[in-house]
């Protein structure tokens, strides 16, 4: 397994800020690649939707706002995925496991 650091630091900073802040980072990083591999995106994303629930926000709502500030060509589909409800660690590839410090994630891919 490989551990995902991004979600984990997210996720223990308590923070939804951080969460977008992430989120954007990662659009505009993986722009071009994400445009011809969906999946791939699907898969980066997923473990940040799931940290939206840890969070207590609601994931449409993250990801409605990443959206907005981010690419334009990745907006309706990370608009959609963030509505999604059928997100879960094993659909997507992940795992969590819970230390002292809080959750970390974990790619089973």
Known sequence: MRPLAGPTRV?????????IS???????THE????????????T???YHDCARWLEVSPG????????GGPTALADLVRAFG?????????FGFVVEFEPEGPRYFSTL
């Open 61 to 68: 709502e993250i990801f409605e706002t990443a959206a907005s």
């Open 32 to 43: 071009d690649e994400w445009l011809a591999d969906v999946r791939g995106m699907m898969a």
């Open 11 to 19: 996720v223990r900073s308590g923070n939804p800020g951080a969460l």
């Open 83 to 91: 509505h999604r409800d059928d997100i879960s660690p094993a659909k």
């Open 45 to 47: 994303l997923a473990p």
């Open 22 to 28: 992430e989120l954007l980072d990662l659009l505009a």
